[in-house]
């Protein structure tokens, strides 16, 4: 499968711990985008990277969010001590252009 | 910011064309329109996208107004395949892009 994959693709963890989610874009795609989406929304932007670049971030991403992408092939999104209200699914997608994102499943992260 | 508003649900009958409206009053001149749709559990897919002109692929028509304000996805004969959330998106700066609530679309047997 050469699709956009995602690792994990279910988390459970306590708040105030720390996650570690994992994209790994389709090859040759440059674009790529970390996205979130709760329950009845649609996925809202939190970044974005050109190659290995961070080109852009929601002003709404908290300082507990980082991302990475090293070498400007897979990336990493990391939440540190993590709230109840990060609940939500993690979405990643590459794109050669932009109009067109390749999504990849998610991550559901759950926070107790 | 640039927002889209869509209706929350609709429904069309199997084989029937499945016309899904978008208001997006507040697009920039020179800014796409795109639409995607995500079936359930599946992270959101390409459909089509526009500028002023009417435009057709293998899934979709996307017919959008003259004066840009609003656009209308027609899906011609709609099967039990295209349930899904339909996402009119649009650019709100750079590379982000403003998904909405979207319009969840089932079509009945």
């Known amino acids: 499968d050469t699709g956009v994959s995602q690792d994990p693709r279910h988390k459970i963890t306590k708040r105030g711990q720390n996650v570690t989610f994992r994209c790994d874009p389709i090859s040759e795609h440059n674009r790529l985008y970390w996205y979130r989406q709760t329950l009845g929304q649609g996925p809202e932007f939190l970044t974005y990277f050109q190659n290995e670049a961070q080109l852009e971030k929601s002003r709404l991403l908290s300082d507990r969010f980082s991302a990475e992408r090293p070498k400007g092939s897979f990336s990493t999104l990391e939440i540190q001590r993590t709230e109840q209200g990060d609940s939500a699914m993690y979405l990643c997608?590459?794109?050669?252009?932009?109009?067109?994102?390749?999504f990849g499943p998610g991550t559901r992260l759950t926070v107790t | 910011d640039a927002k889209t508003t869509q209706p929350t649900s609709m429904d069309c009958a199997e084989g029937r064309a499945a016309n899904l409206p978008c208001n997006h009053s507040?697009?920039?001149?020179?800014?796409?329109v795109y639409w995607y749709r995500q079936i359930h559990s599946q992270g959101p897919q390409y459909i089509i996208h526009g500028l002023k002109n009417n435009e057709t692929n293998e899934m979709a028509s996307l017919i959008i107004t003259e004066d840009r304000k609003s656009s209308t996805l027609i899906l011609p004969h709609a099967t039990l395949r295209d349930t899904a959330v339909y996402y009119c998106i649009v650019r709100v700066t750079g590379n982000q892009f403003y998904f909405g609530t979207g319009t969840s679309l089932t079509v009945i047997p």
């Open positions: 507040t697009i920039s001149g020179n800014e796409y």
């Open positions: 997608a590459s794109s050669p252009y932009t109009y067109e994102q390749y």
